[in-house]
């Protein structure tokens, strides 16, 4: 199913899953709870359907335990930074205040003028996972969704590396715009990536140049901390990003960026001076 956290009316927002054009209640308002309680399996009949252009789409997950972000994790990417391919995966943490959904605006604060696009797959873990094995670990992945893990690099370059302190900025987190469960996505690892920014493709990859696999990185990340329903894995950015290119592009007021992902519906949010 495709699951959405939706109002309408400027309602409180409320569960439910997108079929056919229109929008079905599943009777709550936690996605969280549905996550971690798989009450989303089935549908749940109740409430009035709406038709989806009607209805207002907020962030899949507002406020996840942890967001949990991967660095360097396609090969092209890694080589228009400059740099190799890492041997392990660089992993770094978002924060909560980051996440936005579709339709909301970036905004980007007087203290940063390089404010980056970067699509990315993000990973939604179910269950509980500790030590999991590479050859189980999809099987602790509740769904898939698109993510934009924006990047200040006049912050993350001039501060001595601060990869949390420049990705972390109020609004820098857009997902959604709805979460797939995991039957919908047979293989994480086959996937179109794109992002498009004012009509222009940016990035244009495939999931299958990830570095680290979706089941490697659960497996590697489980090892050392237990990861939660909820939890969210932005799982690295293919090439195209803006301070790569010659010349540069950073986003600025007036600007829109989309994220499509194979399967995954399409995240159009506007950019806002903040």
């Not at 659960?218 to 690295?236: A, E, H, Q, Y």
Request: glycine content about 12%.
């Amino acid at each position: 199913m495709k699951l959405v956290s939706y109002s309408t009316g400027g309602g409180t927002p409320h569960v439910g899953y997108v079929e056919d054009g229109e929008v079905h209640p599943l009777g709550g308002s936690s996605m969280l709870d549905y996550i971690e309680h798989g009450r989303s399996a089935d549908r749940q009949p109740g409430g009035e359907v709406v038709p989806l252009s009607e209805a207002w789409l907020h962030a899949p997950i507002g406020r996840p335990g942890k967001i949990i972000a991967i660095g360097l994790n396609y090969e092209d990417h890694a080589a228009e930074t400059g740099g190799e391919a890492p041997e392990k995966p660089i992993v770094f943490a978002k924060y909560p205040n980051t996440i936005i959904g579709p339709g909301e605006a970036i905004r980007i604060p007087p203290i940063t003028e390089q404010a980056d696009y970067e699509a990315e797959l993000g990973v939604v873990i179910g269950r509980p996972a500790k030590n999991v094995s590479e050859s189980d670990a999809l099987d602790y992945v509740y769904g898939y969704t698109n993510c934009n893990d924006v990047s200040s690099r006049d912050l993350q370059f001039s501060e001595g590396g601060q990869w949390t302190r420049s990705k972390s900025i109020d609004t820098f987190a857009p997902i959604g715009p709805y979460i797939a469960t995991r039957d919908e996505v047979p293989d994480p690892q086959e996937l179109s990536i794109r992002c498009v920014l004012n009509g222009e493709t940016m990035q244009d990859s495939t999931t299958a140049k990830m570095i680290f696999p979706v089941s490697e990185l659960i497996s590697f990340l489980s090892t050392g901390m237990t990861l939660m329903p909820g939890d969210i894995i932005m799982s690295g950015t293919p090439a195209g990003v803006g301070f790569a290119r010659d010349p540069e592009v950073f986003l600025k007021a007036g600007d829109e960026v989309t994220i499509e992902i194979e399967g995954l519906g399409s995240l159009t949010n506007p950019v806002e001076a903040g």
